[in-house]
């Protein structure tokens, strides 16, 4: 993001004396120019102007020249010698520019160069050197490092050189010590990426005098419309524009103007090298430079050619396929029928040589060098989308392409080029053409029909209409009407944003300010059922219940890949073909999203047992996202529009189920050892525990169906896990996991786990209120019933049978033991219940309760259950 | 006694007197009770000459009368005395042996841990309920319609590239400007439910979309690749930047206390128009009271509106979205993402059941 140097900002809006980077970024942020950070020195102190009193140069062994020197730092900082006089510091230089007479920048002891590069004194090649004469790359300053900096060379004038003293701090001669200030732009405020931009708005923000540099420049640009028949332009351009984007032409403006006669030996003033500097930007030559710092000043980004090389006409055109272009960076990219490109035509062949891809990147052929005489300024107008789609399709996001994308106004060709010219002339000589070519095809500016009260409507703010009117004209609009409250409004061009009364009305209330606008709460209409739904209610539930029952929430990333799927024992082939897959996952090797939350809530178990948590418990509730390859294709549909209903059924359709899921994984010690008693370990009955819980916690009335070993999914120790059902529908699985998957993420031997799909829970309860029965006062008889069954008859299925056999009596049944043993002999288990009967309306009598009893085990005797003596 | 005993009145005052001595020197309920047997009970003295009243002539009668009576008063009310006090003696030392150490940790029953995450977005639901408003949730793998098109973030706006998305592979169809996809991403943002709220529930509406999003961020010390955000979006016939200024500061004062307050800075987001930063006035930050970031929001674009089949014109809305994380890192001072995503039970114990 662009970077604001208050020096620069001065050259168009009046900056108060002694403004400091803070305030300044306090005045943009005001008007919506974020602060990104304020950047300050990475240099410490002293740096200051020396001058060479004397350099001796001492020829080393190795061939090299070093020079011995002492250079006069003033008084402040020069040696003392044996008398208490100040003397010149001894200093050892290798620079081959070291010269007596020179003033220079000295490093001196105590001073921190970028790269955390500490100035010391140091005994080398025989001498103790107290300090260190600079180059440009030493001080942050640029690239070069052929030499030290000679001030004399540095862009002073006489006058000022000669006032430089030894000792003169040189930091702040050479803007070592500002800070710079970076922001952030929106992507609708292209202009603002241009110090003719950023001044602008800090003129809206604090009222400083603004002039616009467009305007002056835009004045003294040769006329090129009007002209007399045959005048000979630049060079001739073509748009020839067969492959429009949404019927809009690439290119609406094409500007080039000529510099003829340039001296490619000049070199870019040091004033304007620090500021690109300073800017980010590498300084690489007068031409190259030039074109920058327009860029970074006006916000036109431009191009340099070397005009002797180009054969006109230029011809702007789409790429052709099976196109490519070796851009300037040294990639070769395959072009595309939408990349608009710029073209010249050797031998007469139109537009058959590609020089870049517009707006973008220049490739390799036609570039300014070292030997160019005679420029061509390319300074043109694209559009937005298709500069954007061509740096997002070949990944070559530009200076250029940034501020394109964006949108650059499209009256700042001329200005763009005619400063480019002068600053060209200036310091690198050379005459500018006179006729520029100006390939024009922009329309008119659109209005906005803009009613004042929208400001009212839409931001609550009671501004008068002259007030709004002189907002919209500060910022650039031409205004017109205003009567009756109704503006027709022309907004300038270097805002293509502004289209619509809303973005007339951001731009009233951010410059009157936020902060005016008034502050009301709404009332909601109370219609229909208001609060929670029952479904967010129960979500609620199951994760206090988990928690209260022990369990620690936590929340996994929901990203899944192969080492899951080992360590789960599922066939991936399979297992991929039903799960979403990222197109650009962020780590490699977990693209896939989960289908189930076990997976990744065991690498979180994992995690705490690696740090030593004992005991560990942990339930999550998410989502899982279910893939149907077979699902349609989702179409891709434009916005602002309602789609049709049967669009709107296609988008969904495409989409994959995505249920919500409770999952928990119980470990180690299910009662800690501890002064109350002893410990027991977690198993099975831990995680039906916790199923029952959350059944009876929102009213479910959850079953457990347990399969037989060979129908246990392989994520499942295969005798203990069963299938937890609502009635008939599958809810979801409860048990003990693998030992093997236990084994594979060092998780304690029987660890258990369930998850259920709370979305398939939710929708079995009918939300309907609990129907009490009356509850009777008549004596209860109790009993206790033992039956021997067969060891693969389920527990839960003769409870179910003596509930049923003993009908509406029944007040409660609990099953208070369970043995098997050498007394039962093989393949046979007790269970024994204590049952309690109990009447409504009549005190039962022991016929009573014996035909109960009879119908008990007479049912019993069904599922081969025999009532013990 | 034997048969025709002779009622001495001497012997059996002295002998009650005997018995009520002894009471006065017992130490046990036990000793008492053998007391009450010996002096009282069926072969005492007291019962024995009690019977020998009987035969008495009946002048002397009542005399004799007279006198057990005061004898058994007499015994009876030190026993009674003498009963009470070893009774409260001898609970005294019961109770005295039953003591425990009261401050033995006891935890049969250890409570687990919510994690603070869904506690405050939970708190965040019920600070919109209280305003009548309802709570929608969307789906995580979402249509670019909903996340990008129908917020105005058409196919080549410059935003839609800033977003680090997450595509998903999927059955391929050319998207609106020629790439190739599915048209399915992971959502970046819960403004993808405002549309889906429109369509689905009408106008006028005020709902709060808590939820999971997701962005391309690698997990550091303040960026996670799955975090959490709540949208809010009222639209109605009324609605201006006010009623939004007025939502935000309650929402503030509900979840940073009463000083809480909101501040709105220019911005840009293609569905908001005007947009705004959205700064938060946290007067327990770090250092002294500041304003920090704290989300985006704005007037919704009528493009948004549009999309949804309603009259701009006639409708007017507000959204705000904010980070569930940041709130939470803000108002716990927890320093690093990684202590808020990696599920260590020791970060979320500290919570237990609140935040």
Same mark, same amino acid.
């Given at each position: 993001?662009?970077?604001?140097?208050?020096?620069?900002?001065?050259?168009?809006?009046?900056?108060?004396?002694?403004?400091?980077?803070?305030?300044?970024?306090?005045?943009?942020?005001?008007?919506?120019?974020?602060?990104?950070?304020?950047? /300050?020195?990475?240099?410490?102190?002293?740096?200051?102007?020396?001058?060479?009193?004397?350099?001796?140069?001492?020829?080393?062994?190795?061939?090299?020249?070093?020079?011995? @020197?002492?250079?006069?730092?003033?008084?402040?900082?020069?040696?003392?010698?044996?008398?208490?006089?100040?003397?010149?510091?001894?200093?050892?230089? #290798?620079?081959?520019?070291?010269?007596?007479?020179?003033?220079?920048?000295?490093?001196?002891?105590?001073?921190?160069?970028?790269?955390?590069?500490?100035?010391?004194?140091?005994?080398?090649?025989?001498?103790?050197?107290?300090?260190?004469?600079?180059?440009?790359?030493?001080?942050?300053?640029?690239?070069?490092?052929?030499?030290?900096?000679?001030?004399?060379?540095?862009?002073?004038?006489?006058?000022?050189?000669?006032?430089?003293?030894?000792?003169?701090?040189?930091?702040?001669?050479?803007?070592?010590?500002?800070?710079?200030?970076?922001?952030?732009?929106?992507?609708?405020?292209?202009?603002?990426?241009?110090?003719?931009?950023?001044?602008?708005?800090?003129?809206?923000?604090?009222?400083?005098?603004?002039?616009?540099?467009?305007?002056?420049?835009?004045?003294?640009?040769?006329?090129?419309?009007?002209?007399?028949?045959?005048?000979?332009?630049?060079?001739?351009?073509?748009?020839?524009?067969?492959?429009?984007?949404?019927?809009?032409?690439? @290119?609406?403006?094409?500007?080039?103007?000529?510099?003829?006669?340039?001296?490619?030996?000049?070199?870019?003033?040091?004033?304007?090298?620090?500021?690109?500097?300073?800017?980010?930007?590498?300084?690489?030559?007068?031409?190259?430079?030039?074109?920058?710092?327009?860029?970074?000043?006006?916000?036109?980004?431009?191009?340099?050619?070397?005009?002797?090389?180009?054969?006109?006409?230029?011809?702007?055109?789409?790429?052709?396929?099976?196109?490519?272009?070796?851009?300037?960076?040294?990639?070769?990219?395959?072009?595309?029928?939408?990349?608009?490109?710029?073209?010249?035509?050797?031998?007469?062949?139109?537009?058959?040589?590609?020089?870049?891809?517009?707006?973008?990147?220049?490739?390799?052929?036609?570039?300014?060098?070292?030997?160019?005489?005679?420029?061509?300024?390319?300074?043109?107008?694209?559009?937005?989308?298709?500069?954007?789609?061509?740096?997002?399709?070949?990944?070559?996001?530009?200076?250029?392409?940034?501020?394109?994308?964006?949108?650059?106004?499209?009256?700042?060709?001329?200005?763009?080029?005619?400063?480019?010219?002068?600053?060209?002339?200036?310091?690198?000589?050379?005459?500018?053409?006179?006729?520029?070519?100006?390939?024009?095809?922009?329309?008119?500016?659109?209005?906005?029909?803009?009613?004042?009260?929208?400001?009212?409507?839409?931001?609550?703010?009671?501004?008068?209409?002259?007030?709004?009117?002189?907002?919209?004209?500060?910022?650039?609009?031409?205004?017109?009407?205003?009567?009756?409250?109704?503006?027709?409004?022309?907004?300038?061009?270097?805002?293509?944003?502004?289209?619509?009364?809303?973005?007339?009305?951001?731009?009233?209330?951010?410059?009157?300010?936020?902060?005016?606008?008034?502050?009301?709460?709404?009332?909601?209409?109370?219609?229909?059922?208001?609060?929670?739904?029952?479904?967010?209610?129960?979500?609620?539930?199951?994760?206090?219940?988990?928690?209260?029952?022990?369990?620690?929430?936590?929340?996994?990333?929901?990203?899944?890949?192969?080492?899951?799927?080992?360590?789960?024992?599922?066939?991936?082939?399979?297992?991929?073909?039903?799960?979403?897959?990222?197109?650009?996952?962020?780590?490699?090797?977990?693209?896939?999203?989960?289908?189930?939350?076990?997976?990744?809530?065991?690498?979180?178990?994992?995690?705490?047992?690696?740090?030593?948590?004992?005991?560990?418990?942990?339930?999550?509730?998410?989502?899982?996202?279910?893939?149907?390859?077979?699902?349609?294709?989702?179409?891709?549909?434009?916005?602002?529009?309602?789609?049709?209903?049967?669009?709107?059924?296609?988008?969904?359709?495409?989409?994959?189920?995505?249920?919500?899921?409770?999952?928990?994984?119980?470990?180690?010690?299910?009662?800690?050892?501890?002064?109350?008693?002893?410990?027991?370990?977690?198993?099975?009955?831990?995680?039906?525990?916790?199923?029952?819980?959350?059944?009876?916690?929102?009213?479910?009335?959850?079953?457990?169906?347990?399969?037989?070993?060979?129908?246990?999914?392989?994520?499942?120790?295969?005798?203990?896990?069963?299938?937890?059902?609502?009635?008939?529908?599958?809810?979801?699985?409860? #048990?003990?996991?693998?030992?093997?998957?236990?084994?594979?993420?060092?998780?304690? +031997?029987?660890?258990?786990?369930?998850?259920?799909?709370?979305?398939?829970?939710?929708?079995?309860?009918?939300?309907?209120?609990?129907?009490?029965?009356?509850?009777?006062?008549?004596?209860?008889?109790?009993?206790?019933?033992?039956?021997?069954?067969?060891?693969?008859?389920? +527990? +839960?299925?003769?409870?179910?049978?003596?509930?049923?056999?003993?009908?509406?009596?029944?007040?409660?049944?609990?099953?208070?033991?369970?043995?098997?043993?050498?007394?039962?002999?093989?393949?046979?288990?007790?269970?024994?219940?204590?049952?309690?009967?109990?009447?409504?309306?009549?005190?039962? /009598?022991?016929?009573?309760?014996?035909?109960?009893?009879?119908?008990?085990?007479?049912?019993?005797?069904?599922?081969?259950?025999?009532?013990?003596? | 006694?034997?048969?025709?005993?002779?009622?001495?009145?001497?012997?059996?005052?002295?002998?009650?007197?005997?018995?009520?001595?002894?009471?006065?020197?017992?130490?046990?309920?036990?000793?008492?009770?053998?007391?009450?047997?010996?002096?009282?009970?069926?072969?005492?003295?007291?019962?024995?000459?009690?019977?020998?009243?009987?035969?008495?002539?009946?002048?002397?009668?009542?005399?004799?009368?007279?006198?057990? %009576?005061?004898?058994?008063?007499?015994?009876?009310?030190?026993?009674?005395?003498?009963?009470?006090?070893?009774?409260?003696?001898?609970?005294?030392?019961?109770?005295?042996?039953?003591?425990?150490?009261?401050?033995?940790?006891?935890?049969?029953?250890?409570?687990?841990?919510?994690?603070?995450?869904?506690? =405050?977005?939970?708190?965040?639901?019920?600070?919109?309920?209280?305003?009548?408003?309802?709570?929608?949730?969307?789906?995580?793998?979402?249509?670019?319609?909903?996340?990008?098109?129908?917020?105005?973030? %058409?196919?080549?706006?410059?935003?839609?590239?800033?977003?680090?998305?997450?595509?998903?592979?999927?059955?391929?169809?050319?998207?609106?400007?020629?790439?190739?996809?599915?048209?399915?991403?992971?959502?970046?943002?819960?403004?993808?439910?405002?549309?889906?709220?429109?369509?689905?529930?009408?106008?006028?509406?005020?709902?709060?979309?808590?939820? $999971?999003?997701?962005?391309?961020?690698?997990?550091?010390?303040?960026?996670?690749?799955?975090?959490?955000?709540?949208?809010?979006?009222?639209?109605?016939?009324?609605?201006?930047?006010?009623?939004?200024?007025?939502?935000?500061?309650?929402?503030?004062?509900?979840?940073?206390?009463?000083?809480?307050?909101? $501040?709105?800075?220019?911005?840009?987001?293609?569905?908001?128009?005007?947009?705004?930063?959205?700064?938060?006035?946290?007067?327990?930050?770090?250092? %002294?009271?500041?304003?920090?970031?704290?989300?985006?929001?704005?007037?919704?674009?009528?493009?948004?509106?549009?999309?949804?089949?309603?009259?701009?014109?006639?409708?007017?809305?507000?959204?705000? %979205?904010?980070?569930?994380?940041?709130? =939470?890192?803000?108002?716990?001072?927890?320093?690093?993402?990684?202590?808020?995503?990696?599920?260590?039970?020791?970060?979320?114990?500290?919570?237990?059941?609140?935040?």
């Amino acid at each position: 993001m662009p970077m604001v140097d208050i020096d620069w900002l001065k050259d168009h809006v009046e900056v108060p004396e002694g403004l400091t980077y803070e305030q300044l970024a306090k005045d943009l942020v005001k008007v919506g120019l974020e602060e990104e950070e304020i950047h /300050t020195s990475q240099l410490i102190g002293p740096i200051v102007v020396g001058y060479v009193v004397d350099a001796t140069p001492e020829p080393q062994k190795n061939g090299k020249v070093i020079n011995w @020197c002492h250079v006069d730092v003033g008084d402040e900082y020069n040696e003392t010698d044996e008398n208490g006089n100040k003397v010149p510091r001894g200093i050892i230089c #290798g620079a081959p520019n070291m010269a007596a007479g020179e003033k220079v920048v000295v490093t001196l002891p105590g001073a921190v160069l970028p790269g955390d590069f500490k100035i010391e004194p140091r005994k080398t090649y025989g001498h103790i050197s107290n300090g260190m004469c600079a180059s440009e790359r030493e001080l942050g300053l640029g690239d070069n490092h052929d030499g030290i900096i000679l001030l004399r060379k540095y862009g002073f004038t006489p006058e000022e050189y000669e006032k430089l003293k030894p000792g003169d701090d040189a930091m702040h001669l050479l803007h070592l010590d500002e800070p710079l200030l970076e922001i952030n732009i929106t992507p609708d405020r292209g202009y603002a990426f241009s110090y003719r931009g950023v001044a602008r708005e800090y003129h809206h923000s604090t009222g400083a005098t603004y002039t616009d540099p467009a305007v002056a420049l835009n004045e003294k640009a040769p006329v090129t419309q009007g002209l007399p028949e045959g005048t000979k332009t630049d060079i001739e351009v073509i748009v020839e524009d067969n492959n429009p984007i949404h019927g809009v032409v690439g @290119c609406d403006r094409y500007y080039a103007r000529a510099v003829h006669g340039f001296d490619p030996a000049s070199h870019t003033p040091n004033w304007m090298r620090r500021r690109l500097t300073r800017a980010g930007m590498r300084s690489i030559s007068l031409a190259v430079d030039v074109t920058n710092y327009v860029m970074l000043d006006l916000g036109q980004p431009m191009h340099a050619y070397d005009l002797d090389k180009i054969e006109g006409p230029i011809v702007v055109r789409r790429a052709a396929e099976g196109e490519t272009l070796t851009t300037l960076d040294g990639k070769k990219h395959d072009l595309n029928v939408e990349d608009l490109l710029i073209t010249d035509s050797p031998n007469g062949e139109r537009g058959s040589r590609i020089l870049g891809i517009a707006g973008v990147m220049g490739g390799l052929y036609g570039e300014v060098t070292a030997e160019t005489k005679n420029i061509l300024l390319e300074s043109a107008h694209f559009d937005q989308v298709s500069i954007a789609r061509s740096a997002r399709r070949h990944k070559i996001p530009s200076e250029a392409s940034r501020r394109f994308e964006r949108g650059v106004d499209d009256q700042l060709q001329p200005a763009a080029a005619q400063m480019a010219a002068e600053l060209m002339v200036r310091y690198g000589s050379g005459e500018p053409s006179e006729h520029p070519t100006d390939v024009n095809t922009v329309g008119c500016a659109r209005t906005i029909h803009f009613k004042a009260t929208e400001v009212a409507r839409v931001a609550g703010l009671d501004t008068d209409v002259n007030t709004i009117s002189g907002i919209l004209t500060d910022i650039g609009c031409s205004v017109a009407g205003g009567g009756n409250g109704e503006f027709s409004v022309t907004p300038p061009s270097w805002r293509p944003d502004l289209n619509e009364p809303c973005d007339l009305v951001e731009e009233v209330a951010r410059l009157v300010g936020y902060d005016e606008i008034p502050v009301t709460v709404p009332p909601a209409p109370v219609e229909g059922k208001v609060g929670l739904t029952a479904e967010q209610l129960r979500k609620r539930q199951v994760a206090d219940e988990l928690a209260e029952y022990g369990m620690v929430e936590t929340l996994s990333y929901p990203f899944v890949g192969d080492e899951d799927y080992k360590y789960f024992a599922y066939d991936k082939d399979e297992i991929k073909k039903i799960s979403v897959e990222i197109a650009n996952p962020l780590a490699g090797d977990r693209p896939f999203l989960r289908r189930t939350i076990i997976p990744t809530l065991a690498q979180t178990v994992q995690r705490n047992l690696r740090r030593g948590v004992e005991n560990v418990s942990l339930y999550e509730i998410g989502h899982v996202y279910l893939w149907d390859p077979n699902a349609p294709a989702i179409p891709a549909l434009p916005g602002a529009v309602r789609p049709t209903d049967e669009q709107l059924e296609a988008l969904d359709a495409g989409l994959p189920d995505q249920p919500m899921h409770v999952a928990g994984i119980l470990t180690g010690d299910a009662v800690d050892t501890g002064w109350m008693g002893e410990r027991r370990a977690v198993d099975w009955s831990d995680a039906v525990e916790a199923v029952h819980r959350i059944s009876d916690r929102i009213g479910a009335g959850l079953t457990l169906d347990q399969p037989k070993a060979e129908d246990v999914p392989a994520q499942w120790h295969p005798g203990r896990a069963a299938r937890v059902m609502a009635g008939d529908v599958f809810i979801g699985m409860v #048990g003990e996991l693998h030992p093997h998957v236990n084994e594979a993420l060092d998780l304690p +031997a029987h660890s258990a786990a369930f998850e259920l799909d709370l979305t398939a829970l939710f929708a079995t309860l009918s939300g309907k209120p609990v129907q009490a029965k009356p509850i009777s006062t008549f004596p209860p008889v109790k009993q206790d019933l033992a039956f021997t069954v067969p060891t693969d008859v389920a +527990a +839960a299925a003769l409870q179910q049978a003596i509930v049923e056999a003993a009908g509406d009596s029944l007040e409660d049944i609990k099953l208070f033991d369970v043995y098997t043993g050498d007394q039962l002999g093989e393949g046979v288990k007790s269970l024994a219940y204590a049952v309690t009967f109990r009447a409504p309306d009549k005190t039962l /009598t022991s016929e009573d309760s014996e035909a109960i009893r009879k119908r008990i085990v007479d049912e019993a005797a069904k599922l081969g259950a025999r009532l013990r003596a | 006694m034997a048969e025709g005993a002779v009622f001495d009145a001497q012997a059996v005052t002295d002998a009650v007197a005997e018995g009520i001595a002894k009471i006065e020197n017992a130490s046990s309920m036990e000793e008492l009770k053998a007391i009450k047997t010996q002096y009282a009970g069926a072969e005492s003295a007291m019962t024995q000459a009690s019977k020998a009243i009987g035969a008495l002539p009946k002048d002397q009668k009542k005399e004799a009368g007279q006198i057990m %009576g005061r004898l058994r008063a007499d015994f009876g009310r030190a026993y009674g005395v003498k009963e009470q006090q070893v009774k409260a003696e001898e609970e005294a030392r019961a109770l005295a042996a039953e003591t425990v150490d009261m401050t033995l940790p006891v935890n049969r029953k250890p409570l687990g841990a919510r994690h603070p995450l869904p506690k =405050l977005m939970e708190d965040v639901e019920d600070f919109f309920v209280s305003m009548g408003w309802q709570i929608s949730d969307g789906p995580e793998v979402e249509t670019e319609w909903y996340d990008f098109d129908a917020l105005n973030f %058409g196919p080549d706006h410059p935003a839609r590239q800033m977003q680090d998305t997450f595509y998903v592979k999927g059955n391929q169809a050319k998207d609106a400007a020629g790439f190739v996809g599915s048209n399915m991403v992971l959502r970046t943002q819960t403004s993808s439910d405002q549309v889906r709220g429109l369509l689905t529930r009408g106008v006028p509406l005020y709902i709060a979309c808590p939820g $999971r999003v997701f962005r391309t961020d690698e997990l550091d010390a303040t960026h996670t690749p799955v975090f959490h955000q709540v949208e809010a979006l009222a639209v109605d016939k009324h609605l201006t930047m006010a009623d939004l200024k007025g939502v935000l500061d309650k929402l503030a004062v509900a979840m940073f206390g009463p000083e809480a307050k909101t $501040r709105l800075r220019p911005s840009y987001f293609p569905f908001t128009e005007p947009s705004a930063e959205l700064d938060l006035w946290f007067p327990d930050k770090k250092g %002294g009271a500041g304003w920090l970031e704290w989300g985006g929001c704005g007037m919704v674009n009528p493009n948004v509106l549009k999309s949804a089949g309603l009259d701009p014109e006639v409708y007017t809305g507000f959204a705000f %979205g904010v980070g569930v994380e940041r709130t =939470l890192l803000l108002r716990h001072d927890i320093n690093d993402m990684h202590d808020l995503v990696e599920g260590d039970v020791r970060f979320s114990e500290q919570f237990v059941m609140g935040e």
